[in-house]
């Protein structure tokens, strides 16, 4: 029994023959809840999930009524709901925000696109389930047809839609990026007129925005490596203001150490209130890190994810990256050799830190290589406008001529 009232019952069932697990949503007549709103809300369920085919909408195999009972059977739709993801989850990136906003727009747009549209009333977090291939919205009870004129983006599902949008929001403990927080006030102005016209036009404008930003992000970065040539340079350092930079940037970044030093784990047993353990990765605003747990555990990496290796003075850890930040401090002419092997690569930048204006142009013309000269920054992990600044300039270069 999953749920058990005066009005209904709500039974987890087995399928005899399939072996699959159904809902059976039972009212027995003979009570006053045959003639109240929990038998018209039955009725209405069904008419309208009869006729709905669609991933997200779970799916209607059975309805009848006799002199006994009107019973509807409908797919068991498992998962966690949204509302219960977000409890137990109080951060979330800005790109679980994208999609799930994304998907349920998808079945938004297909129930209001319907003959005649379908108007769900009961839009809310805890009627959102999440799966892992799917987002499915449930409990249609109180859904409608909509007839007549179709409505603007404000009334019933539009405008819950865009208070969950705001919930999400909310929750995003990474850079939510400008246009995104305009389409909220969008969504959510008080004007009629001034918000979207339908969830489709929200819907492509999220899309239209997200394939701009991939190009933006240039996608031609996987791989950082950041190797010093001496110890005790602020190679960490660089890597972790780095993986704050672009994550602030919106390019979700991941810093991995390579050194072999156990110092990111023994930074999560000795958590602070800035910072947070998930899934064995170490969150501090901006900052996501994996530890080195050793060769027994490899990083996995997601398909749009940058990886900023902290390789430490290991120069072979940057064989196959895509950018090697390559630091050096007061001595850079103590590995005179490799340098030169480094900068004869095109995607190598020299950055000489603490920042030393007169030293950088003195290295420059030595080694014929630009030189990048990092500003003093105190904490790596709150972006610094300077220093921002600077990785700007170098993430442009590189992305507009994919090479530095």
């Not at 209607?60 to 009524?65: A, H, K, L, T, V």
């Not at 009627?127 to 983006?153: M, N, S, T, W």
């Not at 050096?328 to 095109?346: A, H, K, N, V």
């Not at 995607?347 to 007169?358: E, Q, R, Y």
């Amino acid at each position: 029994m999953l749920h058990h009232s005066e009005s209904m019952d709500v039974i987890l069932a087995e399928h005899t023959g399939l072996k699959e697990l159904r809902v059976l949503k039972r009212i027995e007549k003979g009570t006053k809840a045959q003639y109240g709103n929990a038998a018209f809300q039955l009725h209405r369920e069904a008419e309208i999930l009869t006729g709905l085919r669609a991933p997200g909408i779970p799916l209607i195999y059975d309805f009848w009524e006799d002199e006994k009972e009107i019973c509807l059977i409908e797919e068991y739709v498992q998962g966690l709901s949204l509302k219960e993801y977000l409890l137990r989850n109080d951060r979330v990136d800005f790109r679980f925000v994208m999609d799930i906003l994304i998907r349920i727009l998808d079945i938004m747009v297909y129930l209001h696109g319907m003959n005649p549209p379908v108007r769900h009333q009961d839009l809310k977090t805890e009627h959102v389930i999440l799966q892992k291939e799917r987002v499915i919205l449930i409990d249609y009870g109180i859904a409608a047809f909509l007839r007549g004129e179709p409505e603007r983006l404000g009334t019933d599902d539009f405008q819950a839609l865009g208070s969950m949008a705001e919930e999400l929001a909310e929750h995003c403990s990474t850079y939510i990026p400008s246009w995104f927080k305009r389409s909220l006030r969008k969504a959510n102005a008080r004007d009629d007129s001034a918000r979207y016209a339908s969830a489709a036009e929200w819907r492509d404008f999220l899309i239209k925005q997200e394939a701009a930003e991939k190009v933006k992000r240039g996608l031609l970065i996987k791989k950082i490596a950041v190797v010093g040539n001496e110890r005790g340079i602020g190679t960490t350092h660089v890597a972790f203001s780095i993986t704050t930079y672009l994550n602030h940037a919106g390019r979700n970044a991941c810093y991995q150490n390579m050194t072999g030093r156990p110092f990111l784990i023994r930074m999560s047993e000795n958590l602070s209130t800035d910072f947070y353990e998930k899934n064995g990765l170490i969150y501090h605003r901006w900052f996501r890190g994996k530890p080195d747990y050793g060769p027994a555990v490899e990083a996995e990496q997601t398909e749009r994810e940058v990886a900023v290796c902290d390789c430490g003075t290991d120069f072979s850890k940057a064989d196959d990256a895509d950018l090697t930040i390559y630091v050096t401090g007061s001595r850079p002419w103590q590995s005179r050799q490799l340098m030169e092997e480094m900068l004869e690569r095109d995607s190598t930048v020299l950055m000489i830190t603490p920042a030393n204006p007169g030293m950088a142009v003195a290295l420059a013309r030595s080694a014929g290589h630009r030189v990048v000269s990092l500003p003093y920054e105190t904490n790596p992990l709150h972006p610094d406008r300077k220093v921002m600044k600077v990785y700007e300039g170098i993430f442009k270069k590189f992305e507009e001529k994919g090479r530095i």
